[in-house]
Structures are given as C-alpha cells and as structure tokens.
C-alpha cells in the first residue's frame, strides 16, 4: 500500500535511506551521504504532503517523494515543457533487501498516475550520473535525459535531469 508518510515514520524512513546509500556506497555509487538525504527534507515533504511509503503490513519497503516545487539547481536545463504545472521526483528509495523486486516499479506508476490524474504537463527528476542502473531505469520509462545539474554537498560528478511528458 502507497500512502502519505507520518511524522514517525521519519526515523525508520532514514534507516531505509541510510541502508541505500551504504548498498550504493559498497558498488562505487557515491550518490548520497550524511547530509542527504537528510531528516530536514524528509519532514518538509511530510509537512507538504510530498512524501510517500510503500509498506507491506508494518514493513517499510520504499518511499518517493513527488513535489510541485521547482529547485533553483533546475532553472538552467531545458525542459521539454514550461516552466509549469510540473511534479518532481526526489528521494525515491527502496531498501537493498526489497531491490531487484519491481517496487521501484510501483512508486513510479503511483507518481506517474498521481501527475496523470491531476493534469500535470510533466514529471522531472535527476538521477547521478555515476549510476548507469538509474538511468536505465528511467529511459525504459520514456523519460528523456535533458541536461546535467551539480550538487557539491552530494558528488562533484553531475546528476542527469529527465523528464517524461503526460
């Protein structure tokens, strides 16, 4: 079941996270850190009803956050679409013991359905350039890889923007 996250679930949300980044981390994907993803978005998703899980009974298996706020990192790429009535994916994750499994697959066609349901022209998301799994798994989608944006805190490598029209 896909659903808003809770307040509470914000500790179990960052082991789950913390799990994937040390799993990326053992394959040389240096893609998130300490610093992100960090307990402060997890609850200004929460608060903005932008964050949410896929659980199984009491198991958390993933999370996925779909915005309609436009980072400033993005104002540069090219977008397929204007510059709005877009959604955002960020933050989407599912723990190492549940990968390989398709759930990554059903958080997508939730966001997918969600920007299609509520008339969104598109959906955007970035992905790390070091991560050739991730890419794979976005353009199988149809989304197109539009342009690179950077994030110090995270990687010198860039991160790809993509985006799927509705």
Known sequence: MIRCAKILEIPEILRLTAACAKQMEKIGILQW??????????????SRKELFVLKSGNTLIGC???????????????????NENNIYIHRLAVGPENQGKGYAQILMNFAEKYGRDNKYNSIRLD?????????????QRGYQKLGNVYF???????????????
């Open 33 to 46: 850190n300490a610093e992100y993803p960090s307990r402060e978005a997890f609850e200004e998703d929460i």
């Open 152 to 166: 110090p805190k995270q990687s010198n490598y860039p991160f790809y923007c993509y985006e799927l029209v509705l």
């Open 64 to 82: 996925i956050t779909i915005t309609t706020f436009m980072d400033e990192d993005y104002i540069p790429v090219k977008w397929l679409t204007p």
């Open 127 to 139: 992905t790390f350039s070091q991560n050739k799994r991730n890419q794979k798994f976005y353009e």
